[in-house]
């Protein structure tokens, strides 16, 4: 038999032998706003969550036959749903480079001079490290420099490096910003934490400052979540983007240290963390030259990876506000197959995040069934490589299938509610722009109460794919649920949350379960729709607020507005 000349439908048809519920486009009602708000229910959300986090998909790891199958399955839901491809076949490619240690050649160690012996690490149990990029060396030696919190913020009046030269060493730096003391309250935003604080700032500093390599110090206060995360994140094969020459070399060291792993390191040169912690809090503080050298051989497989984001577009109606696109994102890919915990080494990612898909592709259909369509265009991203640091929504932006210039919002959907209907709602970036005041809006029409980040100094409004877009200069947010559960106890969702981050973050734990009550990722779905559909029929652009840490001047209006 001839091959198809038309896959995608054919791909559905597959899909549905599988088991994947297809739903009928003569079921959707098309027409008014309460019409299409009706059509994001609970039903259709567990059907797309079952095949996505199913063992089939092997946790849709970029540059696996899982994550090919996942892309797939998205871009024909797009398909059947009515949207158009924005890119061929629905599929933006985007290349990663895959870097993958040979654990048993590599190593990482230091030697003191003032001392005869050396320090060794295991690597995954008490040290992570990985190659930067391409280019760069398998085997280094470099002194070891400890710059505190390796953060140059002129509006803080804070340098932890003032004039000194880094070129060619390796940095060993604490993340979060740096303690607000009693007299400075304000200082770094408070309790808040600023991207000065994410371990990524830390790595493009060093990059920016010609530094050999970083290797962070894990603490689970600060970083909020325990070192087994950062092992089972790390260990495996890790992705970057090919290097933008446009962006200083990539560092030749990256990784992670565990805090008893920090403390022998420095012991090693005769200095104590706890009092290099007090040391770093202090705006005097400058790099502190240790005694010690850092030894590293990374070698291993070094390939580049195909992989897509998959993107539909809703044309608008308006014949030139239709040039303006509303941008909703969530990433489809998780982390493959790990170690295995419990005899299971799959990690589904059913939270994080074939929940957000699953609510991406209610919300398209919500918007397809409209009729008008909004007078502005509608994208719907579903970005890979989150989980190896936002590759996907970077790889977006520096490369758009529709003019970022022209983009007037970006809205991001990271893990849906599972547990149930909520009092209240929660979005990230909410202070950023205006976007966060018409998101109060909307919830509080629903009956719901609105907060801006309920863990601010865990910066989860700089750990998602919204980031970015407001990077980048676009205002965005990050749409979040809530916890304070209906016919629940004060303190049940709370429960629910550290439940899942203590047993299945980021662990073959995160599997799909039919007795989920997603009323909640309902509430949450509806609200994403409503809020994009303000934007998206609204003639004025959703803008900064006054000190927003990302902020560009609006573009120019299309010619005729």
Known sequence: ??????????????????????????????????????????????????????????GRAPGTRGGALATRYIAAEMQRIGLRPAAPDYLQPVTLVGTRLDTA?????????????????????????????????????????????????????????????????????????????????????????????????????????????????????????DWSVVRNSWSGERFFLPRDTALPAPLALEGWLSGPAARRLLRAGNLDLGELFVRAARRDFRPIETSLSIQ?????????????????????????????????????????????????????????????????????????????????????LATTAEEAGLLGSEAYVRAPVRPLQRTVAALNVDGANLWGETEDLMVLGGTWSTLGGSAAVRARAQGLRLTFDRAPELGLAFRSDHFPFARAGVPALGIGHGLEYRGRPAGWGERQLLRYDSAAYHRPGDEYDPDWDLRGAVQQGRLAFLLGWDVATTAERPTWDPGAPFRRPPAPRPPGR
């Not at 597959?14 to 994001?40: D, E, F, K, N, Y």
């Not at 060493?169 to 934490?193: H, S, T």
């Open 296 to 380: 590293a051989a990374l070698p291993g497989r070094l390939r580049r990876v195909q992989s897509a984001n998959v993107a539909g577009l809703l044309p608008g109606s308006d014949s030139v506000l239709m040039r303006e696109t509303v941008v909703y994102t969530a990433h489809w890919d998780h982390l493959g197959i790990g170690s295995a915990v419990g005899g299971d080494s799959i990690y589904n990612g059913a939270y994080d995040n074939a929940s957000g898909v699953a609510l991406l592709l209610e919300i398209a259909e919500a918007f397809a069934s409209l009729e008008p369509a909004p007078a502005r265009s509608i994208l719907f």
């Open 1 to 58: 038999m001839p091959r198809s000349t038309t896959p995608l439908p054919l791909r559905v048809t597959l899909l549905a032998l599988l088991c994947v519920p297809v739903l009928l486009a003569a079921g959707v009602q098309r027409g008014s706003l309460a019409q299409a708000l009706a059509t994001i229910r609970t039903g259709d959300l567990h059907a797309r969550m079952a095949f996505l986090a199913d063992d089939l998909l092997e």
């Open 105 to 225: 050649r590599a190593f990482l160690r230091a030697g003191a001079r003032s001392s005869p012996g050396t320090v060794h690490f295991d690597l995954g149990e008490e040290a992570v490290i990985w190659r930067g990029g391409e280019a760069t060396p398998t085997v280094i030696e470099a002194p070891l420099v400890f710059v505190g919190y390796g953060v140059d913020a002129p509006e803080y009046g804070w340098d932890d490096f003032e004039d000194y030269d880094v070129r060619g060493k390796v940095l060993l730096a604490l993340v979060n910003d740096p303690p607000a003391p009693p007299n400075e309250p304000d200082l770094f935003e408070g309790r808040a934490l600023t991207y000065y604080g994410r371990w990524t700032y830390k790595l493009e500093e060093a990059r920016r400052r010609g530094a050999l390599g970083v290797l962070l110090v894990h603490s689970p206060g600060t970083a909020g979540y």
